[in-house]
């Protein structure tokens, strides 16, 4: 591993979106607080982070977001009450998203797009590279993305970014990536981005995921990033400087992921989440499964 890189240690989530698609279950809770199985989903990102050795994990927030703080701070209340239950798992449990990481949090104020709240982590993060994870991503622990992002970003420095390939009808939903191979069959290198372009104009159907190892170069880029698709200041916009300029914390390269991923920002993936997760638990799963295909089997009988 090359010594010119820093180490990793902090990563960013921005969490400050509206979650308008599952209202009006977001009306007063916070989208990333809705449960997958028994957790948030946020839980989820902020394990994964810890999972890649990143224990310094900031939140950039919103109004209306303070049950995300709630949940990762401690609950003497509950813990006391479970305690003199004799309820030791469920303390554990309990005690376990307060003792994860380090947690900070920052306000976005004004929603001006995923660039500005990548900006807002500028003082936290100082002058080294650092990692972004999306909290509508989630990506199987067994499936350790972001970790091979980081050693990507050790062997090669610049700008990381995670890559699908979709269905070019899918390509409008995403920004899309122009890659050229390297000797590594899961990297790519990253010559230039598009925000959801039109299918006829993205330049691959590689697109960009919600995890991101990013140089500190970016924050100055986005602090002269003008407004992009949406009228929002647009990440995107700032990593086709850094690939175009190398010399200004560059190059990009993407980690081509084949793993599983579950989008919780959509509802029907939502759900779906859900079901492959419950399925997949030691203490759910026999039940769950035995369950569902007699539901299954029902259903496609009364059709």
């Known amino acids: 591993?090359?010594?010119?890189?820093?180490?990793i240690s902090k990563a960013v989530i921005p969490a400050a979106g509206l979650g308008t698609r599952f209202l009006p279950a977001t009306k007063a809770t916070p989208k990333e607080m809705?449960?997958?199985?028994?957790?948030?989903?946020?839980?989820?990102?902020?394990e994964e982070a810890v999972a890649a050795?990143?224990?310094?994990?900031?939140?950039?927030?919103?109004?209306?977001?303070?049950?995300?703080?709630?949940?990762?701070?401690?609950?003497?209340?509950?813990?006391?009450?479970?305690?003199?239950?004799?309820?030791?798992?469920?303390?554990?449990?309990?005690?376990?998203?307060?003792?994860?990481?380090?947690?900070?949090y920052v306000r976005q104020?004004?929603?001006?797009?995923?660039?500005?709240?990548?900006?807002c982590a500028a003082p936290h993060v100082g002058d080294e590279p650092f990692a972004v994870l999306l909290?509508?991503?989630?990506?199987?622990?067994?499936?350790?993305?972001?970790?091979r992002m980081i050693d990507v970003h050790a062997q090669h420095g610049g700008s990381v970014v995670a890559l699908m390939e979709v269905a070019p009808e899918q390509i409008h939903l995403y920004g899309s990536a122009a890659v050229e191979a390297t000797e590594d069959a899961d990297v790519v290198r990253v010559g230039g981005l598009v925000e959801k372009?039109?299918?006829?104009?993205?330049?691959?159907?590689?697109?960009?995921?919600?995890?991101?190892?990013?140089?500190?170069?970016?924050?100055?880029?986005?602090?002269?990033?003008?407004p992009g698709r949406g009228g929002e200041i647009q990440l995107t916009d700032a990593l086709q400087q850094l690939a175009a300029d190398e010399g200004v914390g560059g190059p990009v390269h993407g980690v081509v992921f084949k793993?599983?991923?579950?989008?919780?920002?959509?509802?029907?993936?939502?759900?779906?989440?859900?079901?492959?997760?419950?399925?997949?638990?030691?203490?759910?799963?026999?039940?769950?499964?035995?369950?569902?295909?007699?539901?299954?089997?029902?259903?496609?009988?009364?059709?």
């Open 1 to 7: 591993m090359s010594q010119s890189h820093p180490r």
């Open 34 to 46: 809705l449960p997958v199985v028994d957790k948030p989903a946020i839980q989820y990102v902020v």
């Open 53 to 104: 050795g990143l224990d310094d994990v900031l939140m950039v927030t919103g109004r209306n977001k303070r049950p995300l703080e709630d949940h990762f701070d401690r609950n003497y209340e509950l813990e006391s009450a479970l305690e003199k239950k004799g309820d030791a798992n469920r303390l554990a449990k309990v005690q376990e998203s307060s003792d994860l990481a380090t947690m900070h």
């Open 109 to 119: 104020g004004d929603p001006k797009g995923l660039g500005h709240a990548v900006l």
């Open 135 to 147: 909290g509508d991503d989630l990506i199987d622990p067994r499936d350790p993305l972001l970790q």
């Open 197 to 226: 372009p039109d299918a006829a104009d993205a330049p691959s159907n590689f697109a960009i995921i919600g995890r991101y190892v990013l140089d500190p170069a970016v924050f100055e880029i986005l602090r002269k990033t003008e």
């Open 259 to 303: 793993g599983r991923r579950y989008d919780t920002g959509d509802r029907g993936d939502y759900l779906r989440a859900i079901v492959r997760l419950a399925c997949e638990r030691e203490d759910l799963g026999p039940d769950f499964r035995t369950w569902l295909r007699r539901y299954v089997t029902e259903e496609m009988q009364q059709r």
